[in-house]
């Protein structure tokens, strides 16, 4: 298993930016896969953005696309969601997940270790 502890969420304008981090522990990281996903209230979680501790390809929902960029950072076990250009419809609490190789990466059954959430809001 894999600890993920979530942090930089708050409240900004429409148009703002705001970044996310997930810091990651407990097990060799080097074939992990980390994704973003988020829920807003009444709504199922959904997918946002993952990608491979190793390697650079990157997958984004098309909500997002062009305004949101996951990375990481190897040595510091970090992962980041820089989110741009935010709409009041990114209000949602967003929680960071890891999973193993292989497999789906846009659903949350994909994904076996969770972080705790932090809110995102968007005000218009």
């Known amino acids: 298993q894999v600890q993920l502890v979530e942090s930089g969420g708050g409240s900004v304008q429409a148009g703002g930016s705001l970044r996310l981090s997930c810091a990651a522990s407990?097990?060799?990281?080097?074939?992990?896969?980390m994704g973003w996903f988020r829920q807003a209230p009444g709504k199922e979680r959904e997918f946002v953005s993952a990608l491979a501790w190793i390697g650079s390809t990157t997958y984004y929902a098309d909500s997002v696309k062009g305004r949101f960029t996951m990375s990481r950072d190897n040595a510091k076990n970090t992962v980041y969601l820089q989110m741009n250009s935010l709409k009041p419809e990114d209000t949602a609490v967003y929680y960071c997940a890891a999973k193993g190789p292989g497999g789906g990466y846009s659903r949350t059954s994909d994904f076996n270790s969770w972080g705790q959430g932090t809110q995102v809001t968007v005000d218009s």
């Open positions: 407990g097990r060799t990281l080097d074939r992990i896969i």
